[in-house]
């Protein structure tokens, strides 16, 4: 590969990490992913039959959908 092209991946790659750091560390984004979490926590609490079942459906999706047919 040239030198240049190199060396513009790498100043991106750093821009995205530092970027992702931010992200992590921002406090608001923390309070909603604890917020988010606790939600559905409840959620589930509340039926956990149609959590299992709605489990089971998305797996079995997943599994059609990942798995090749050779």
């Known amino acids: 590969m040239n030198e240049e092209v190199i060396q513009n991946l790498n100043e991106r790659l ?3 990490i ?3 750091r931010v992200m992590l560390e921002d406090e608001e984004l923390q309070k909603r992913v604890e917020e988010l979490k606790q939600r559905s926590e409840n959620t589930i609490r ?3 039959i149609k959590s299992v079942a709605i489990g ?3 797996g079995f999706i997943a599994a059609k959908i ?3 047919e050779d």
């Open 14 to 16: 750093d821009v995205a």
């Open 18 to 20: 530092e970027r992702g």
């Open 46 to 48: 509340r039926n956990p």
């Open 56 to 58: 089971l459906a998305v």
């Open 66 to 68: 990942f798995t090749s």
